[in-house]
């Protein structure tokens, strides 16, 4: 494996604030949506906050972003939180309100990507050469942006305009990937939630095999990539499009 440490110091200083930023905001939206329809469970363990530390998961945010980020020879870094605890029969309406408290998470980071894409084409506008970074953005989107920001960005306007991307990028990931309707993903939640009683019962119960799932699907190859990229790629492409068409970027 091609350890290279310039790349690794690179993608850690672009994503780490986005990262800690889209799964803390994320956990504390599940548990603030939560508290709002009656269950105080994220309230009483202190779940409900912004402080990075109370949703850390030493497994999730510290042990597999390092991994995926030396694997990846400094190209990618991702991870997770510690789930905030949710008692659905504690919600006053337990199955409608369940759905907006699974919501609650991606439409968080939803709110953080168009944050992020208002905080690049501002970064973008003070940077000395606006003209060549959108024309890198539109042709290469926030992956391309990020890489070329690797290559060739020197200063400090060209870190911020990385970071931005990294942003928008981290936090759609997180959108899609949460919005999966595999149980215990947000979409799994939120399908559920919809389905009759009975149906209900029974895919809920699917909810043990959900992660084992998440890794056959990460890992099983499919034309020289994996099958979730395949699900998520179109998804994201579009998705970053839209976000960026909203701020007229």
Known sequence: MDLNLQAIAQTFALYALPVLLAITL????????????????????????????????????????????VASAGKLLFGWAKPVPVNYSALRKPRPHMAWVAAAGPLANLAMALAWALLLRSSISLSGRPDAWL????????????????????????????????????NLVFM??????????????????????????????????????????????????????LVLSPLLVESEALVRAMVFL
């Open 135 to 170: 024309e890198v953005t539109q042709l290469g989107g926030t992956t391309g942006l990020i890489d070329a920001v690797k290559d060739y960005g020197k200063g400090a306007a060209e870190f911020l305009i990385g970071v931005s991307a990294a942003g928008v990028l981290v």
């Open 26 to 69: 994320h956990e504390a939206a599940h548990g603030y949506v939560a508290r709002h329809f009656g269950d105080m469970t994220a309230h009483a363990q202190g779940r409900i906050s912004l402080n990075p530390i109370r949703h850390i998961d030493v497994l999730g945010t510290v042990v597999v972003p390092l991994i995926i980020l």
């Open 176 to 229: 899609l990937l949460n919005l999966l309707p595999i149980p215990p993903l947000d979409g799994g939640r939120i399908l559920t939630s919809l389905l009759p009683t009975r149906a209900a019962w029974r895919f809920a119960k699917l909810e043990p095999w959900g992660v084992p799932l998440l890794l056959v699907l990460l890992f099983l190859p499919v034309y020289g990539s994996n099958a979730l990229s």
